[in-house]
C-alpha cells in the first residue's frame, strides 16, 4: 500500500554531535539515514521498529528504515535529520529564491515487503 | 582572557588552558569557553553546551596529504599553482560556501570572485537567504542579543528547534538567564513556540502553536490583522489549525509584553513561501510596534554565516547570490544563486570554501558539480572533496586559526585558539592562489 506523507527534513543534536565526530562515522550514517514517523501510522501500515520503507517523489527514490517519532511527529508528517537521503528528494527549482523546497515535501511511503 | 601554559607530569604535552575561547559551531558564537589542551588535543571545554563540546573535542589533527590533486597527494604550492590555473581557465566560475571560516579568509575569496569576474555565493542562500530577501521588502526591526537577555518578556520560537540547534540561546541569551529588565529570569518571561513538531523546544515554552505544514505564512498574516483588530473567521483555523481563540489569547499577551521578540528558524526560510513567510513574521514584529516593543531575528546557523553575510555585503552591497561577472556587482536570487546556477548547468568551476554541497545540495546541482573542475578547502574529508579536482586540507578556524567571526546578531567576535596544525589556514591559502592569479593577470596585460 502507497501512502502520501509531508516530510520535513531538519537539524538534531545528535547529528550536531556526530558531524563533528565525521561524516562517516557509523552515528552520522545512522542519524542522517532514519526515518520517523507517528507511531499510529506505523501501526496502520504495518511498519515494524527499524523496519525499511521506500520513500520517494517526482525528484527521487531512498529506502530508509523508519523509527517511532514518538508524540514529536501528528500524522501524516515525517522527519528526517538533513543529509543525503533529503537531498535526493529535493527539487531543483528554487522559484527565484536561491532556496530549494527543503522542508514540508510531498513523499509517496511503501513498505518495502509489500513491494 | 588568558593563555597559560603549565608543566605536567607528562611533558612531552604541556597542559594549557585558553579562557574565554570561542566556539564557531553555531551562531551563538560562544565565547565564554575555557579550554584545557593536552598538546593537539582539547580535553575540556567549560561551559561549552553538547555541540560545542563536540566541536571542540573532534577537530585533532588528523593524518592526511596538506592537498590533494585528481585524488593523488601533492604539496600545497603544486595544488595552489593548479586552482589558479582552473579558475582563470573558466569562463563562468562561482564561489560558494564561507560561513565556516573567518571574515579575513571571506574577504579574500570575494577578492578573487571579483578578479576572476565569476558568481559569489554562500550557505546563506540555502539557510536564510529568503530572510535576506525579506528583510530588502519589509525592513527589520533588531537588537542584539544582549538586548534579549536583558529586556525580554515575550518569546516567540517560529519554524525552529534551539532545545537542539542552538542550545545555549535558551541559557545564555534568550529563555533563562536572569536580565536587568527580567530579574527573575525565566519567570519573567512567557515563551510560545510555533512549530509543525513537538519538539524539545515544545517542552521548554508555555504555548506551543502547533500549526498545519505549510501555513506559516497565514498565521503570521492571521497575527497581524489580529494585530491591527481585524475580525477574523473560522477559515484560520482550518487553514492553521490553531483555534482563533487561541491565537487570540496569544496577541493579548504580544500586546502586553514590554519587549517581545520573535526568533525565527528555517522552517519559515525552506518552506514553500520561503521569504514571503520571512516577509510575513518581520511585518508582524514590525506591527507590533504600534503597540510596544518587538523585534525579529533570525536564529542563524554556521559559526560565521553572518561574517559571511557582512563581509559580501559590506564589499559588494548585497548578501549573497551575486554575479561581478560585469565588473559590477549584480544581485538576483534564482539567476546568481548556487542552487541555480548548478541546477541549470551553467557554472564551469567552483571554488568551495569550508562547505560540502555535494551532499546537501539538490541530485541536479550535485550532478553539476560532479561535472566540473572543484577547488575545495576544508579541515575535514567530505563528499565535496571527493570529487574535487583540488582539494587542501586546512586547519580549522576557532580551534587553529585567529581571526574574527560575527554571531547572528552581527557582534563581531575574535577567535582565540587552542593549538596549532601544521595545515594552512584557508586565510593563507586563498590569499597564495589570488597572488598567483593577479600575477598571470598581470603578465598576461603586460604580453600585451
Request: aromatic residues 8%.
Amino acid at each position: 500500500m502507497t501512502e502520501t506523507f509531508i516530510l520535513i527534513p531538519g537539524r538534531t543534536s545528535k547529528q550536531g554531535t556526530t558531524l563533528n565526530e565525521g561524516k562517516y562515522t557509523e552515528g552520522y550514517q545512522t542519524e542522517i539515514n532514519t526515518l520517523k514517523m507517528n507511531p499510529d501510522d506505523m501501526e496502520r501500515l504495518g511498519i515494524a521498529e527499524g523496519e525499511d520503507v521506500r520513500m520517494w517523489n517526482e525528484y527521487g527514490s531512498v529506502v530508509v528504515p523508519c523509527s517511532t517519532g514518538k508524540d514529536e511527529l501528528p500524522p501524516g508528517l515525517l522527519f528526517i535529520s538533513y543529509g543525503d537521503k533529503s537531498s535526493q528528494l529535493m527539487p531543483g527549482e528554487t522559484h527565484g529564491s536561491g532556496m530549494p523546497d527543503s522542508k514540508g515535501l510531498d513523499v509517496q511511503i511503501q513498505k518495502i515487503s509489500n513491494n | 582572557m588568558s593563555i597559560a601554559e603549565q608543566p605536567t607530569n607528562e611533558t612531552e604535552n604541556p597542559l594549557k588552558i585558553v579562557e574565554d575561547a570561542t566556539c564557531t559551531f553555531c551562531g551563538c558564537v560562544c565565547d565564554d569557553i575555557n579550554l584545557t589542551v593536552e598538546g593537539d588535543q582539547i580535553t575540556k571545554a567549560q561551559n561549552a553546551c553538547v555541540l560545542g563540546k563536540a566541536w571542540f573535542f573532534n577537530h585533532h589533527i588528523e593524518e592526511r596529504p596538506e592537498a590533494l590533486i585528481d585524488g593523488q597527494p601533492a604539496t600545497y604550492e603544486q595544488a595552489i599553482d593548479r586552482a589558479a590555473e582552473i579558475l582563470l581557465e573558466s569562463q563562468y566560475p562561482i564561489t560558494y560556501g564561507l560561513s565556516d571560516t573567518t571574515c579575513e579568509a571571506q574577504r579574500v575569496a570575494v577578492a578573487i570572485t571579483d578578479w576572476i569576474g565569476g558568481c559569489l555565493d554562500t550557505t546563506t542562500s540555502v539557510c536564510h537567504g529568503p530572510s535576506g530577501m525579506a528583510f530588502q521588502g519589509v525592513g527589520e526591526v533588531t537588537c542584539s542579543l544582549g538586548e534579549l537577555k536583558n529586556r525580554a518578556d515575550y518569546l516567540i520560537y517560529w519554524g525552529g528547534n534551539p532545545a537542539e540547534s542552538h542550545p545555549r540561546h535558551f541559557t545564555k541569551y534568550s529563555l533563562m538567564p536572569k536580565g536587568e529588565f527580567v530579574p527573575k529570569g525565566r519567570k519573567d518571561r512567557t515563551a510560545v513556540l510555533v512549530d509543525v513538531r513537538k519538539t524539545k523546544t515544545a517542552k521548554a515554552v508555555d504555548i506551543h502553536l502547533q500549526l498545519k505544514p505549510r501555513s506559516d505564512f497565514e498565521l503570521a498574516w492571521a497575527l497581524r490583522a489580529l494585530a491591527k483588530g481585524i475580525e477574523l473567521d473560522d477559515s484560520v483555523e482550518e487553514k492553521t489549525g490553531i483555534p482563533l481563540e487561541q491565537l487570540k489569547e496569544v496577541m493579548d499577551g504580544m500586546k502586553k509584553a514590554k519587549f517581545g521578540a520573535i526568533l525565527f528558524g528555517m522552517g519559515v526560510t525552506m518552506t514553500r513561501g520561503k521569504h514571503i513567510n520571512s516577509e510575513a513574521v518581520l511585518a508582524l514584529a514590525r506591527d507590533m510596534n504600534e503597540h510596544t516593543r518587538w523585534v525579529a531575528k533570525p536564529m542563524r546557523g554556521h559559526g560565521n554565516v553572518t561574517g559571511a553575510d557582512n563581509v559580501v555585503s559590506w564589499s559588494t552591497g548585497y548578501p549573497f547570490g551575486i554575479h561581478l561577472g560585469r565588473g559590477y556587482p549584480r544581485f538576483n536570487p534564482g539567476e546568481f544563486t548556487s542552487s541555480d546556477v548548478l541546477g541549470r548547468g551553467e557554472a564551469d568551476a567552483a571554488l568551495i570554501i569550508a562547505s560540502d554541497p555535494y551532499s546537501n545540495f539538490s541530485q541536479p546541482a550535485r550532478d553539476h558539480l560532479k561535472a566540473i573542475n572543484t577547488i575545495v578547502l576544508d579541515p575535514k574529508l567530505s563528499e565535496t572533496a571527493k570529487i574535487a579536482k583540488v582539494a587542501f586540507t586546512t586547519a580549522t578556524y576557532g580551534i587553529n586559526v585567529p581571526g574574527t567571526v560575527y554571531r547572528m546578531d552581527d557582534i563581531p567576535i575574535p577567535l582565540r585558539p587552542a593549538f596549532d596544525s601544521p595545515y594552512r589556514s584557508d586565510y593563507e591559502i586563498l590569499k597564495a592562489i589570488e597572488g598567483k592569479i593577479r600575477e598571470r593577470q598581470l603578465a598576461a596585460v603586460n604580453a600585451g
